[in-house]
């Protein structure tokens, strides 16, 4: 490389783009050439500055003013769909309940839902738990098929934690992922003083990678 | 063990909903609303009206995995849709735009001495306000900012090998932009050599 070939690649060097040769020769040239190391130097300090350009902070309430905005001009009710489905079937016995969903916007309805995922795809499993007051301290366990994992936690098929449950609903969101083709159950367990609520999810991969999720049963004690 | 952060409160209002939804994201969107539009009160009105736009969306936007870039990308397209079409007409923005080579920097030149950062942090704003609206928003969006080429792509629906190209570019005008604004560059060549 010349000096030309070293100003016309000096992005790419910098952006790590050159392939292995282009560097080496970019290098080569760069080691005999106090300008274009001038060149590079100045170029990364441009980069580093042009980072450092802030931007000043938004009017005061901004976030409020926003939000208060929306709320007004958007001031019907929304029909949210999410909570339909299983959960007004399953709701009415239970002063906590749960249900599951999917991130899928599709109608939900008493069935099983069928969800195609593909092996090692994060597919995110929703639980919803309404409390008819909040919980502090509630302690939640989840228990997963073995050819199943959290997203994030790829040694665990037993999750074990507490949590603040506010009033009304609460949303668990899940993402799992299928480490391999199997079946078996994701158990949800809600313990709080001794109160415990269960929910059974059965779960299988088919045989052209689709996850069946089946609502399959559910305890109160 | 803590996965208590995929917990929160669902609360029935969807306005509640929204509001979590975007509120994490509401100062990268004021950010990039600023980025484009260089006023502090457009940025806001930017913002503002995106959220307007996206309420509807609610459950659309609660199926998504990642919300900040679709909303980013709702911000820029409205940025382009009316802001920008009312200061002037979109610039026919071409891979061979002759203006743009023409200001390519002249390799004939010699660096000048190493800038401290203070005069290149100066020299930079003018410079910024060199480049013409298209290159200044991708240097912004790119260098400033730190979206990445694929973001940049799926915002602007512009293959990343024309977007790569052109953010080179942009640079290069920065460079010889700063470039000339250094008085003493030659003069500074010439005593060097001089001394050698």
């Known amino acids: 490389m010349n000096c030309t070939d070293i100003t016309n690649n000096i992005d790419d060097y910098i952006d790590g783009q050159l392939d292995h040769a282009d560097t080496l020769a970019f290098e080569a040239h760069l080691s005999n050439c106090s300008d274009c190391q001038d060149r590079l130097e100045n170029s990364q300090r441009m980069l580093s500055e042009l980072k450092m350009i802030d931007v000043p902070a938004a009017s ?6 926003v939000f208060a905005e929306v709320r007004r001009q958007h001031s019907h009710k929304t029909q949210y769909k999410f909570a339909a489905g299983f959960s007004t079937a399953i709701a009415a016995s239970f002063a906590l309940w749960f ?3 999917t991130f899928f916007t599709e109608p939900l309805v008493e069935e ?3 969800v195609s995922i593909s092996l090692h795809e994060v597919r995110t499993v929703r639980l919803m738990i309404d409390a008819d007051m909040a919980i502090n301290q509630a302690q939640l366990n989840i228990s997963l098929p073995a050819n199943l994992r959290i997203d994030g936690y790829p040694e665990n098929t037993e999750l074990s934690w507490q949590t603040d449950l506010s009033e009304g609903q609460n949303i668990l969101s899940l993402p799992l992922i299928a480490l391999e083709h199997g079946q078996g159950e994701l158990v949800a367990k809600l313990n ?3 109160k415990t609520k269960e929910f059974r999810l059965s779960l299988k991969t088919s045989a052209d990678g689709a996850l069946q ?9 | 063990m803590n996965i208590a952060r995929h917990i929160w409160p669902f609360n029935k209002d969807p306005h509640v909903q929204f509001e979590a939804l975007v509120k994490p994201h509401l100062n990268k969107l004021y950010k990039l609303a600023y980025r484009l539009t260089n006023q502090r009160d457009d940025a806001e009105d930017l913002v503002q009206e995106v959220l307007l736009t996206v309420y509807p969306r609610l459950e659309e936007m609660q199926t998504l995995e990642k919300p900040g870039p679709w909303l980013s990308k709702i911000l820029y397209r409205k940025f382009v849709d009316q802001y920008r079409k009312q200061k002037r007409s979109l610039i026919d923005y071409t891979d061979d735009d002759q203006s743009i080579h023409d200001s390519q920097i002249d390799t004939s030149l010699q660096p000048a001495e190493n800038l401290d950062n203070a005069q290149t ?4 704003g003018l410079a910024l306000e060199k480049l013409n609206e298209d290159q200044r928003t991708l240097i912004m969006l790119h260098d400033v900012e730190g979206y990445t080429l694929q973001e940049i792509s799926d915002m602007q629906d512009t293959p990343i090998g024309t977007l790569k ?14 470039h000339k604004m250094e008085p003493n560059a030659q003069l500074q060549r010439v005593d060097k050599v001089e001394g050698e």
């Open chain 1, 213 to 221: 999720y089946q609502l399959h049963e559910m305890k109160s004690a």
């Open chain 1, 60 to 65: 005061k309430n901004f976030e409020q003013r």
């Open chain 2, 165 to 178: 190209s052109r953010i080179n570019r942009a640079r290069t005008k920065l460079r010889e932009t700063i």
């Open chain 1, 192 to 194: 709080y003083g001794s």
């Open chain 2, 121 to 124: 942090r100066s020299m930079l």
């Open chain 1, 99 to 101: 249900t599951a969903s």
């Open chain 1, 112 to 114: 099983p839902l069928m």
